[in-house]
């Protein structure tokens, strides 16, 4: 009786093993990633390439990719470049989806995007959250999904760097000049953005900038690279 016991436990665990390891599946392609040395947000265009190489024993056929940016990142729709590459869908330009021709054994293809980074990234980022990519791969018989290093996110930072006449003692009627000098302190730099000075009561205000425009109380100024 004991014997059986033995045996049919021994049996047990065999049978367990031996339905782990047929259900894994190693991976068929190996990514080497070349993103820029720093991701500037805010309306900043930067390139994306991947070096993809077909490491299993046998040709890849019928691939699709979804490519998963980072919060904030988009695809510029049409910016793609490889041989054999084309959009599948680009609905989701946070996840656009592309179709690669057949890999043979050892195949190899260089694969770049252009992407856009808005400033939802810098939220992204602060919250602790990695600036990843992820390459999501379905073919004939699998599927795999590879996930990259974090990018470097180069954020920029406006600051006030002067501001004359502060505080100025004046009747009613006087006239003074208050001039703001503006510096970007941070590493990354940054399109265009929105300068609002409130103006306070009693006061009132005209912007030596002929395009400026007043909101109520308020100077809003839109300073862009021909500023």
Not at 173 to 200: A, C, H, M, Q, S
């Amino acid at each position: 009786m004991a014997k059986r016991i033995v045996f049919k436990y021994l049996i047990a665990v065999f049978l367990l093993l031996g339905s782990t390891l047929g259900f894994s599946q190693a991976k068929r392609f190996n990514i080497q990633y070349n993103f820029p040395s720093s991701l500037t947000i805010c309306g900043k265009t930067d390139s994306l390439a991947f070096d993809i190489r077909n490491i299993s024993a046998t040709g890849v056929n019928n691939i699709s990719v979804t490519l998963k940016l980072p919060t904030g990142c988009n695809y510029v729709a049409s910016s793609f470049k490889g041989a054999g590459v084309s959009e599948q869908n680009i609905s989701n330009l946070n996840a656009p989806v592309f179709t690669f021709s057949n890999f043979t054994l050892a195949g190899y293809l260089r694969f770049s995007i252009k992407m856009s980074a808005d400033c939802n990234l810098q939220t992204y980022i602060s919250k602790g959250n990695p600036a990843s990519v992820q390459l999501d791969f379905t073919y004939t018989g699998g599927n795999e999904n590879h996930v990259s290093n974090s990018i470097n996110v180069a954020v920029p930072n406006i600051l006030i760097n002067t501001m004359s006449n502060q505080v100025v003692n004046a009747y009613i009627n006087d006239k003074f000049v208050r001039e703001t000098t503006l510096r970007n302190t941070g590493k990354g730099g940054i399109t265009g953005f929105l300068f609002f000075r409130n103006i306070g009561s009693g006061l009132k205000v005209v912007s030596s900038r002929s395009k400026d425009r007043y909101n109520l109380d308020s100077i809003v100024s839109k300073l862009d690279s021909n500023d």
